[in-house]
């Protein structure tokens, strides 16, 4: 294959039967994020590069490894984003949409990491998310997790387990890190190559090590929620309390920690076990100081991210039926004739019937090769015309899947018999 038409590795092109996956993800969580007054935003795909270090984190595996990070024309540096919350606090600061005021907000889009594609893995991806500014209780967390619970059920997805903890303030969580530090520093020996590297700038990562020779060493780790301040203490048990009042199952999970160094108190994440080592479906938490970090008056915030092809993936595997977009009705014109008056037909027909999939045959042809071609479109029923039906002004209604006689109307009636059939 010639050099330049070979795609990007991790850069996928999503089309055919994917597409209505896709569609349908985005719908769902449209109509769900609206009903619970998220307004969408959208935002650029390029930031300076010093937006995601400062928030992000300097340590983390992202701002390291991950960004696709270039000089622009005029020597400034900037970077693909590889998510959004910076994104959305920086247009939240940059708009002045804090002032005084409170922002529901979301958001969906490519992101970019330069990650080892694999399935469920890439290196262009995808996500949905929402974010909530101004809210300190528990309660706005609460309610970002019926909403993406309420996603799940909209879009027919059982089998998700919801993952809890908190991570307290950056004062107990610092505090926390040291006792982290000295307890992995005692036992060095047991530590992988990428703990040992992690120790120092990101000892919290440790924890979330996929390595099963370090499961030990880390089950035997200080727990993060044994050290919390009793403000971030009694935050955590008000949102178990709503969770619980709602009946939405969880599991406290002292290891979850985030890759992201913007996050405080709560963190959690929806996995699944049908996607093998990527389970990570939907993660996201509050992020009380990043507002301010980033130039803005203290804010308060709280938001979720999902992978949309890891949901897709799932949907695939079971989630409620997909349309897959086949037309309704294909139209079959034989003859020059047949062709002009056709397509004057099916325009009438899509200006009376506007929720009907209708495809008209291009290209000509037999009327052997037309209906295969309407056959193969999925379509349930064929339109035909040829001389004889053109000079009659008639057509022939022909229902595809049912085994039923074709039937013959005035081109007058054709938008009603069209209707009373897909009916
Ligand atoms: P993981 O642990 O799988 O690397 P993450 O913690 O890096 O995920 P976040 O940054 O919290 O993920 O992003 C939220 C969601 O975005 C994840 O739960 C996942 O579904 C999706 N996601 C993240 N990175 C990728 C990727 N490279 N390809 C596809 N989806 C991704
Ligand atoms: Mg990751």
């Not at 719908?27 to 270090?53: D, M, N």
């Not at 469920?120 to 619970?149: K, T, W």
């Not at 000079?391 to 022939?396: F, K, S, V």
């Amino acid at each position: 294959m010639s050099e330049s038409i070979r795609p990007i590795r991790g850069m996928n092109d999503i089309y055919g039967e994917a597409a209505p996956y896709w569609e349908r993800v985005e719908s769902v969580a449209q109509a769900v994020l609206g009903s619970y007054g998220y307004t969408e935003i959208r935002l650029p795909l390029l930031e300076r590069t010093e937006l995601f270090k400062r928030s992000i984190g300097e340590g983390t595996d992202v701002v390291q490894k991950e960004m696709y990070t270039f000089d622009s024309r005029n020597g400034t540096s900037v970077t693909l984003r590889p998510e959004a919350t910076a994104s959305c606090v920086r247009a939240a600061i940059s708009n002045g949409l804090l002032h005084n005021q409170r922002q529901r907000m979301w958001y969906r889009g490519p992101m970019f990491r330069y990650e080892k594609p694999q399935k469920g893995r890439y290196r262009q991806f995808h996500q949905i998310g929402a974010e909530a500014f101004g809210f300190e209780g528990p309660d706005v967390d609460a309610e970002l997790i019926f909403l993406s619970a309420r996603l799940w059920q909209g879009l027919g997805l059982d089998g998700l387990s919801l993952q809890l903890n908190s991570l307290g303030t950056p004062e107990s969580r610092a505090s926390y890190r040291d006792r982290l530090v000295a307890y992995f520093d005692s036992h060095r020996d047991a530590l992988d190559e990428d703990s040992l590297r992690r120790l120092d700038i990101n000892p919290l990562r440790i924890l979330d090590s996929k390595n099963p020779a370090m499961a030990d060493v880390i089950a035997g780790a200080p727990h993060i929620a044994d050290h919390l301040d009793d403000d971030s203490a009694r935050h955590f048990d008000r949102l178990q309390e709503l969770l619980n009042d709602r009946g939405i199952g969880y599991s406290v999970r002292p290891t979850l920690v985030r890759g992201l160094d913007y996050y405080t108190r709560t963190v959690f994440e929806w996995e699944t076990d049908r996607l093998g080592a990527q389970a990570g479906v939907c993660s996201g938490g509050r992020y009380d100081g990043l507002v301010e970090q980033l130039g803005g008056k203290a804010v308060p915030a709280c938001g979720w991210a999902l992978g949309v092809e890891r949901v897709v993936e799932l949907m695939r595997l079971g989630g409620s039926p997909v349309d897959t977009g086949a037309p309704d009705v294909y139209l079959v014109m034989v003859g020059e004739a047949a062709q002009r008056a056709g397509l004057a037909l099916v325009e009438r027909l899509r200006d009376a019937l506007p929720d009907v999939r209708l495809t008209s045959h291009c290209g000509g042809g037999s009327f052997k090769s037309q209906f295969k071609a309407a056959d193969r479109s999925g379509a349930r029923l064929a339109l035909i015309l040829g001389e004889s039906e053109v000079e009659a002004r008639e057509l022939g209604l022909k229902p595809l899947r049912s085994g039923e006689d074709q039937q013959t109307c005035g081109w007058d009636q054709a938008a009603e018999r069209v209707a009373a059939i897909l009916n």
